[in-house]
């Protein structure tokens, strides 16, 4: 290297010289890559078309049983997972941590929130049922205030979020063929508290009547889509009621609601329509 292009040692030197080579690297590390080398490695970062956001352990591992071959993407603190190409398009998944705060990373064109959920109407829906949200309902804002008989009135003030055309066709679509778990497709509830309360479970069915269910992250999921600007689409499949025996045959009712919303998506995913 000449006196040209010498830089601080703490600093990243780049020397192309007259040669086919650049030098990228610390002074006291310098390692060399040619031309050709550096447009293959750009060529090889990861462009998804769908990318599927897990939480827990369980949706995660459902998710990865589905797909015979997978690889690990480091990219900053995250760990994404190449899951390859499924009908034309590419698929990483990614998990996030619980709750709305969760889902506040870089998102792709199209991304599905999937896993557990509690139900809504035990009379009606099973354990294990999939639940499609054509809208997510914000329930954490609100307004309280006394009645005139000093009753407790609730007034929603959350957001809420239609999901995109584009994801509800793709998954209407497939359910016509799907020969799995029964799949309901309506407003799902989502906020912050992990609701194991019979009571409360049933404010919540009072003031969102057409709700079929809800969760912690998807409230979160819809707000960094929206920023991004991408498609997303929220599956879940029932692992309890919220009814205060959430315990109950906890880890067993998750792994099948886990393992059928992944299947139904995988489903969807396959008969094409996801990529760029």
């Known amino acids: 290297m000449n006196e040209d292009t010498k830089q601080d040692t703490s600093t990243y030197n780049i020397n192309f010289g007259h040669s086919e080579n650049m030098v990228i690297g610390s002074n006291s590390q310098m390692n060399v890559y040619s031309r050709d080398d550096l447009l293959a490695k750009q060529a090889r970062q990861p462009r998804a078309d769908v990318l599927l956001v897990t939480t827990t352990q369980i949706e995660a591992k459902a998710l990865l049983k589905l797909f015979s071959r997978y690889q690990s993407d480091f990219r900053g ?24 705060a969760g889902h506040r990373n870089a998102l792709s064109r199209g991304c599905r929130d999937g896993g557990i959920a509690f ?14 949200s054509r809208q997510v309902v914000d329930y954490e804002s609100q307004k309280i205030k ?58 919540l069915a009072q003031r969102e009547p057409e709700a079929i269910g809800g969760d912690m992250e998807a409230a979160g999921l819809c707000a960094a889509a929206q920023r991004n600007k991408v498609d997303w689409i929220v599956v879940k499949a029932i692992s309890d009621w919220a009814d ?33």
């Open 244 to 276: 205060g025996n959430k315990a109950a045959d906890k880890d067993q009712r998750q792994t099948t609601a886990a393992m059928n919303a992944a299947s139904f998506t995988v489903h969807v995913l396959q008969m094409g329509g996801f990529q760029r």
């Open 77 to 100: 603190d995250k760990t994404y997972f190449d899951l390859g190409t499924t009908a034309d398009a590419s698929v990483y998944m990614v998990r996030s941590e619980m709750g709305a």
């Open 119 to 132: 139900g809504l109407k035990p009379e009606e829906q099973e354990i294990g049922d999939i639940l499609v």
């Open 146 to 203: 006394s009645g005139p008989q000093c009753e407790t009135l609730i007034f929603s003030r959350g957001d809420r979020w239609t999901a995109p055309p584009r994801m509800i066709d793709r998954f209407s679509n497939g359910a016509l063929n799907w020969q799995g778990s029964a799949v309901q497709f309506g407003p799902m509830l989502s906020g912050a508290k992990l609701v194991d309360h019979q009571g409360f479970r049933d404010q």
